[in-house]
């Protein structure tokens, strides 16, 4: 089956501009992760969506937000774009059924974005 | 504070030459401790999930373990196509859904 699917792939934005990203789970997948990585944090966690509410949320500034939407997709938007942005950020999804969460993510390849 | 700290920062072997790498943590309550292998210029892969201490999980040539304080990844042979960026990460038992904290990885790079 299909796997997690991110667009775009590349993209480069200049400080103080706005950028959306858009993440396609694999279908049947509720919960989708946002992760953003960069080399000298490593990936950290930015939001989790589950049936269109976000559940969880990391410590990121407001300037990060996202949503999911009733297909499950999810997109992130960054606002007035930083220099420390720069990033790739991650989005990955998975089944959340009953009984323990198994921890199993399935990752998209992952949104390079470059603020110049 | 959720912390995971993994060494060493990155590790060269032959082909053939058994080794391991760490992942300590500190998370008030575990849920799960999860390793995950990352190829250059893709996302992470899924290796394992390990619950509770004395648990062990294998998969072909990568075993892991993990007491209460750290995790090992035992590697028994490896081959140059074992060689990515090896992630541990942890999820406190405070969390639900898919929120975990990751250490910094080991970069591996195994040479035939």
């Known amino acids: 089956k299909a796997g997690v699917t991110q667009t775009p792939r590349y993209l480069i934005k200049t400080r103080g501009q706005q950028v959306t990203l858009s993440c396609s789970p694999i279908?049947?997948?509720?919960?989708v992760s946002w992760y953003q990585q960069t080399p000298g944090q490593g990936l950290q966690f930015l939001f989790e969506y589950f049936s269109e509410t976000q559940r969880n949320k990391g410590n990121f500034p407001g300037r990060f937000s996202g949503r999911q939407f009733s297909n499950s997709r999810s997109e992130m938007n960054v606002s007035t774009l930083e220099l420390g942005d720069s990033a790739l950020y991650l989005c990955?999804?998975?089944?959340?059924?009953?009984?323990?969460?198994?921890?199993?993510?399935?990752f998209g390849e992952g949104s390079r974005l470059t603020v110049l | 504070e959720d912390q995971v700290t993994q060494s060493p920062e990155a590790l060269r072997l032959q082909e053939g030459e058994s080794s391991s790498l760490n992942c300590s943590y500190t998370v008030s309550g575990l849920r799960g401790l999860f390793w995950y292998r990352q190829d250059p210029g893709k996302g992470p892969e899924f290796l394992f999930t390990?619950?509770?201490a004395g648990e062990e999980k294998e998969k072909e040539r990568l075993k892991a373990t993990l007491t209460k304080k750290e995790s090992f990844l035992h590697i028994t042979a490896p081959k140059p196509e074992d060689s990515a960026t090896y992630l541990c990460?942890?999820?406190?038992?405070?969390?639900?859904?898919?929120?975990?904290?990751f250490g910094a990885g080991t970069i591996l790079r195994v040479k035939s």
């Open positions: 390990l619950y509770s």
């Open positions: 990460a942890v999820q406190a038992i405070r969390e639900y859904g898919n929120k975990l904290v």
């Open positions: 279908s049947g997948h509720r919960s």
């Open positions: 990955a999804s998975s089944f959340l059924g009953q009984g323990r969460n198994t921890g199993e993510l399935f």
